[in-house]
């Protein structure tokens, strides 16, 4: 690993950036509460309002062939939030996240995310969608024949940054998450936590309003995890919404942060400030 | 700026499944090089039938006995069909130009001054515009009080009808041959490409997953299967004139002079007109048949 645990982990330190007049956006320090000034947000879909950011009311999801991804799922995350999703392997985390970027669609009921139903939204505008809302792969999903940072870029490119922009950025979130030495490195070329931290970068670059991470510390040695939950925190404290899906137990313990337990598809738990397990009073391993 | 980096895409993806590109290459410059090949003999056949049913002309003889109103009377006839887009030309040849004409084609014309007097009807040469108008003209004029009784009209009945049947079918044949021939090139290269989206059919999903949007994905696609058509079809325009200098142009000067001059009027499509309609067709062939096959891969 590139960043060695007596390093005091230096590569998760925030990249410090003077606080600059915000007319030009993209000054902005970079994990500033995501722009509102409809210019870079051009083609967000996000309805303003009151309401939760995601939103599910009684979603069942089944797949082909009778197997039951959820079962009856309703409720609600609110802006700015920092939610963990914690369950069994085969509970459902990934069917949650993947309804919430349609990349599936509930077999009944439905799921609305910054004020839009995902039911009625057109599939040409899932794009944008997506573009709201970063994600992190519990599979990576990164291009298999594109660089660390041809990846990152890529999202970027997206949405339209110039490439100005993107040989800005690109690096800098590379770093953020550790990644100093690996820009041209293709995935295949990588460790597994490695590429998971590309996928990280990849999903913080645009800002979202909404950030989930599908285990994103599942390949991680505990110092590095450390290091990513704490980013991620940081990013929740600018506004971000943060939606984690995790087994694991030390982080979620350790964070006392809102818990939202899955079992066979259905919500057995939702608790603020909580820990990986249901407090019985038995002592926790 | 945007067509800058969908260009430098379309490029990576190139080099990136070169097997797949060189496919796609080799099946457009294929299908290229048989359009090319063909284009030219079908409008050469076809030109040549043209050429022919052009000469398809209708004599109408006038009597020695016809008087002055009625001959004018028939010239007027033939003029009302002129107007009326059935006929392209009317050409009054005189009892002495006729005898003239005779004698040019006659290799020893000395026989025609023993005759006491000129025995040849004037007439009226009525060029039409479409060879199946010649009907026409021959039922407008039959019956005329001008008619020379003996010679009365005269055409080429049956040549005429055979040449052109020739003609309908040779051009129905060559519109059904290329269009087999551009289907087949659109679903060989569509075919090429699906191979190459399908190899890539998680890098597209994963495209999609991040936020882009169709046209985004597709643009690179799009302008990946119009290079690969561009250069199939250069390369098959080479090929094709080298042939044409090597091969056709050689025989051309080396063939009878005589038979040429007499079907000079059977032309065919100029090379560098060729070489645009094939270039173009090349770039259109990579487009549509990316394009189409895009189309299933988009719909996480
Ligand atoms: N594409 C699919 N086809 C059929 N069944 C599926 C599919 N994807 C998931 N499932 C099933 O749906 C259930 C929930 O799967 P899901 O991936 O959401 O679990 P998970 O909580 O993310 O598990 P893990 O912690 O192992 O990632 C499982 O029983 C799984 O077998
Ligand atoms: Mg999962």
């Known amino acids: 690993m590139s960043d060695g645990p007596d390093s005091g982990r230096p590569t998760f330190t925030l990249v410090e950036v003077p606080d600059t007049t915000p007319v030009d956006p993209d000054m902005a320090p970079m994990f500033s509460a995501p722009v509102q000034d409809g210019k870079r947000r051009k083609g967000d879909i996000f309805r303003p309002g009151p309401g939760p950011m995601v939103e599910f009311r009684n979603v069942v999801k089944t797949y082909d062939g009778n197997s039951r991804g959820l079962d ?75 660089t660390a940072a041809e990846n990152v870029a890529y999202a970027l490119q997206v949405t339209g940054h110039s490439q100005k922009e993107v040989r800005r950025r690109v690096p800098e979130i590379l770093s953020l998450v550790g990644l100093d030495d690996k820009f041209d490195r293709l995935p295949r070329e990588l460790s597994g936590g490695e590429q998971q931290r590309v996928s990280i970068a990849r999903a913080l670059v645009n800002h979202p309003r909404l950030l989930i991470a599908d285990e994103p510390t ?65 002592v926790l391993a | 700026m945007r067509i800058g980096m969908f260009f430098r895409e379309a490029l990576r993806s190139i080099r990136a499944n070169a097997a797949i590109s060189v496919a796609a290459t080799v099946t457009a410059l294929i299908a290229v090089f048989i359009l ?16 022919q049913t052009a000469k398809v002309d209708v004599d109408v003889y006038i009597a020695d006995t016809a008087t002055v109103p009625q001959v004018n009377a028939l010239r007027e006839k033939l003029d009302g069909l002129r107007t009326d887009g059935t006929v392209a030309a009317v050409t009054y040849v005189s009892k002495d130009d006729a005898l003239r004409i005779m004698k040019e084609r006659l290799r020893d014309p000395s026989v025609l001054d023993e005759l006491p ?43 005429a009808d055979r040449l052109l049947t020739a003609a309908k079918f040779v051009q129905w044949a ?80 080396g063939a009878d002079t005589a038979l040429t001059k007499t079907g000079s009027a059977a032309g065919t499509i100029a090379f560098p007109l060729l070489t645009v309609v094939l270039v173009g067709a090349g770039a259109l062939l990579g487009a549509v048949g990316s394009g189409i096959t895009l189309r299933r891969f988009l719909k996480v």
Not at chain 2, 36 to 51: K, N
Request: glycine share 10%; net charge negative.
């Open chain 1, 72 to 146: 009856g799922v309703s409720l609600g995350i609110g802006t700015g939030e920092f939610v963990f999703l914690v369950g069994p392997s085969g509970s459902g985390k990934s069917t949650f996240i993947r309804l919430i970027i349609r990349e599936l669609r509930p077999t009944s009921g439905s799921v609305t995310v910054g004020g839009r139903d995902l039911g009625e939204l057109r599939r040409s505008k899932v794009p944008y969608l997506r573009r709201a809302i970063g994600c992190v792969f519990q599979d990576f999903r990164l291009l298999p024949d594109r």
């Open chain 2, 36 to 51: 090319g090949a063909f284009i030219p003999s079908f409008m050469y056949v076809r030109s040549a039938v043209d050429a």
């Open chain 2, 174 to 253: 060559g519109f059904v041959l290329i269009g087999i021939l551009l289907l087949a090139a659109v679903l060989l290269i569509g075919n090429t490409i699906r191979l190459s989206i399908f190899a890539r059919r998680r890098e597209v999903e994963v495209m999609r997953l991040v936020g882009a949007t169709n046209w985004f994905i597709r643009w690179p696609f799009m302008i990946e299967g119009v290079i690969c058509g561009l250069v199939g079809a250069v390369v098959a325009v080479g090929m094709l004139w080298g042939i044409k200098v090597g091969v056709v142009d050689a025989w051309a000067a």
């Open chain 1, 218 to 282: 599942g390949n991680l040695d505990p110092e590095t995890s450390l290091g990513i939950m704490d980013l991620l925190l940081r990013i929740n404290r600018t506004g971000t919404t943060v939606l984690v899906a995790t087994h694991d137990q030390h982080t979620v313990d350790r964070m006392q942060m809102r818990v939202i337990a899955l079992e066979a598809g259905r919500v057995v738990r939702d608790e603020e400030s909580a820990g990986y397990h249901e407090d019985t009073g038995e």
């Open chain 2, 117 to 159: 007097s000129n025995p040849l009807p004037a007439k009226f040469n009525v060029q039409p515009t479409e060879a199946e108008n010649a009907d026409v003209i021959v039922a407008a004029v039959t019956n005329d009080p001008a008619l020379d009784p003996t010679e009365g009209i005269v055409y080429p009945e049956s040549t």
